[in-house]
């Protein structure tokens, strides 16, 4: 009797010494849902808890301290999960740290202050990141225009900007849809909140906001754009101080030869791009490849992620883990970026050569960063207006969306100076 109790007593402590570790492994083979694994790692940093980020090991797994909470919130969640002893751990880690392996153990310190700019009325589902944010059940406050030019962002860490039009056209909805009652309502809304601003033009207000965006990003801040947001961010920066709106989006003309007026120094991505004068049409620039990849079959259509130098270059390597190289392609009004207006300052992350167009971008301003990502909902191809919201239940191992959640952790690393 005694000697079964000491047994067990052993046991128990042997248990405590050697599976000190969890590890979630995000390869194909072995993740049952590689978007909620996201979310435990963020659930462990907001316990003030340091979790590893395995570049390249087995699809970008977490390696997490132990714990019956943590091990619990796994099941609860789904997410598969392996323990390992403190010697297995340590073998792990050796093995990464090695010159041969194109691998890197990165720490995550903390859980990042996530804000989204989307109108409040929107639902979840009206945008991709608010989905994913939602599924993962990773927490997010919703800012608008107010808080922006309230200068509410310095308050977090990360800031997803939702499928918005900083130019003041109303997304160039007009041509297809100026006499349904959303875009009349929504044009209206738009309207009265930059009067309650101060401004007389939607397209004056939304310069601001996007020049407050661009100084959170030099400030420091981490931002990420998709769809419209990504190319009429940089069109409202480019051009300050130049009307390129049409009478029907803000009751005047436009200024005379605004194209040759635009100031590229100011952008953030893109350069030596034309505007699409004709409002009529659903484009903002040139810089978008919608109506230039020709008859690309939904079938044939993927995009691979680049391959970089985990040691030295741990920032795209970070923003580029998954499980597979490559990634369904999928549209939006931006679907993807000419590569020759992009400026060479700007990493490619994920590109179609075929096509010579680039879908995941990556760049440095000032203290900040930001990642562009082309088209709207990773597991909606082609998605319209009135289309039914994606289940993301369906979809729990999407490399489309694990895109996203690379840049929601991405703020959580103590960062290395990036060599490339």
Not at 57 to 71: T, V
């Amino acid at each position: 009797m005694r000697k079964s109790f000491f047994f067990l007593l052993f046991s128990f402590f042997s248990l405590s010494i050697y599976a000190s570790s969890i590890l979630i492994p995000m390869d194909a083979d072995s993740q049952e849902n590689h978007l909620k694994a996201y979310g435990i790692t963020y659930w462990v940093l907001s316990k003030q808890q340091k979790v590893q980020w395995l570049l390249n090991y087995r699809g970008g797994s977490f390696l997490l301290p132990d714990g019956e909470n943590i091990r619990r919130e796994c099941q609860i969640r789904g997410v598969s999960f392996e323990i390992l002893s403190d010697g297995q751990a340590q073998g792990i880690l050796d093995d990464i740290s090695s010159p041969s392996q194109n691998q890197e153990a990165v720490i995550l310190e903390k859980a990042p202050k996530i804000a989204v700019y989307s109108p409040k009325t929107n639902q979840p589902w009206d945008d991709a990141v608010t989905m994913v944010l939602t599924y993962a059940e990773i927490p997010y406050v919703t800012v608008y225009d107010e808080e922006v030019l309230g200068d509410k962002l310095v308050l977090y860490d990360w800031l997803h900007l939702h499928h918005e039009d900083f130019t003041g056209q109303y997304g160039k909805f007009y041509g297809a849809y100026r006499a349904t009652p959303w875009y009349i309502k929504g044009k209206e809304e738009a309207e009265a909140l930059a009067h309650k601003l101060g401004y007389e033009k939607v397209s004056e207000e939304k310069r601001d906001v996007a020049l407050k965006i661009r100084n959170y990003v030099i400030g420091g801040g981490f931002m990420f754009a998709m769809c419209s947001a990504t190319d009429s961010f940089d069109i409202a920066l480019a051009a300050d101080g130049v009307d390129i709106c049409e009478p029907m989006f803000d009751n005047d003309p436009s200024d005379a030869n605004y194209q040759s007026k635009l100031d590229y120094g100011k952008t953030f991505a893109f350069t030596d791009f034309t505007l699409e004068r004709n409002p009529l049409r659903y484009e903002f620039s040139s810089i978008d490849m919608t109506t230039k990849r020709g008859e690309v079959p939904k079938e044939s259509d993927y995009f691979s992620l680049m391959d970089f130098s985990a040691k030295w270059d741990p920032v795209p390597t970070m923003l580029c883990q998954n499980h597979t190289a490559l990634v369904k392609g999928f549209m939006g009004q931006t679907t993807a970026f000419a590569r020759k207006q992009i400026k060479p300052t700007v990493l490619i992350l994920g590109e179609n050569k075929i096509n010579g167009e680039a879908r995941y971008i990556h760049g440095i301003k000032g203290k900040g960063f930001f990642t562009f990502y082309g088209g709207h909902d990773p597991e909606d191809y082609q998605h319209r207006v009135g289309d039914p919201k994606t289940e993301l239940e369906l979809h729990p191992t999407s490399p489309g969306y694990r895109l996203i959640l690379n840049n929601v952790l991405f703020p959580a690393a103590k960062k290395k100076k990036q060599k490339t």
